[in-house]
């Protein structure tokens, strides 16, 4: 029996299925996905104008391709998570120059942070500390900690995605959560 809250991922299928002819299952899929594809590309580049830019290529992508959506292959989650990856990839080609930005140089004042996701993001305390320990990780680890956490996918979504085996992302995981600690100060 499934948990109470807790929504099986062939129910994204069926309704990924559904969505080629009903707008309702559509947006059912739109409203779940969003926030968490917006946190994961937002988390990567750390600029709301340029997540918001990589988010919509996103979901403009999968409404184009929905009808190559096999579920034999991969659940819809992990479908969509690869389109998103594919797109920030995408984005990093295009700018040429993939270099880590610094929060200082993208942070914008005039917008109240705390109506946009990523200001939603930020508000616990010492989540910008985070985000700013996250770019001393590799691009691999990185990719895997904001597709466990802020993507919400299990270390075999996540291998399908990235094309690794489930052991090896467990593995990844654990040494980057230990670099985190450590570069956290919260070593024990």
């Known amino acids: 029996m499934q948990p109470i809250g807790i929504t099986p991922p062939n129910r994204w299928n069926t309704l990924a299925r559904e ?5 309702g299952a559509f947006d059912e899929l739109y409203n779940h996905f969003f926030p968490i594809i917006y946190n994961v590309i937002y988390a990567r580049v750390k600029n709301a104008a340029i997540a918001d830019d990589i988010v ?3 979901f403009l992508k999968m409404t184009q391709n929905l009808g190559t959506f096999d579920e034999e292959r991969a659940s819809f989650g992990t479908w969509l998570s690869r389109i998103a990856m594919r797109t920030l990839t995408d984005y990093y080609r295009w700018q040429s ?4 930005v610094e929060w200082d140089d ?3 004042p005039a917008v109240d942070e705390k109506e946009r996701p990523e200001g939603q993001l930020l508000q616990k305390e010492g989540k910008s500390e985070l985000l700013l320990a ?3 990780l590799s691009e691999r680890e990185q990719r895997i900690i904001e597709l ?5 996918m299990s270390n075999k979504e996540i ?3 990235l094309d690794m085996t489930p052991s090896n992302v467990g ?3 654990h040494r980057a959560m230990g670099t985190l600690k450590k570069v956290l100060g919260r070593d024990s």
């Open 97 to 100: 120059h993939r270099q880590n």
């Open 19 to 23: 969505a080629l002819q009903d707008e």
């Open 106 to 108: 993208v942070f914008s």
């Open 56 to 58: 919509s290529d996103t």
């Open 159 to 161: 291998a399908q995605t």
């Open 171 to 173: 593995v990844i995981l």
């Open 134 to 136: 996250l770019g001393k």
């Open 148 to 152: 466990k956490f802020w993507g919400e």
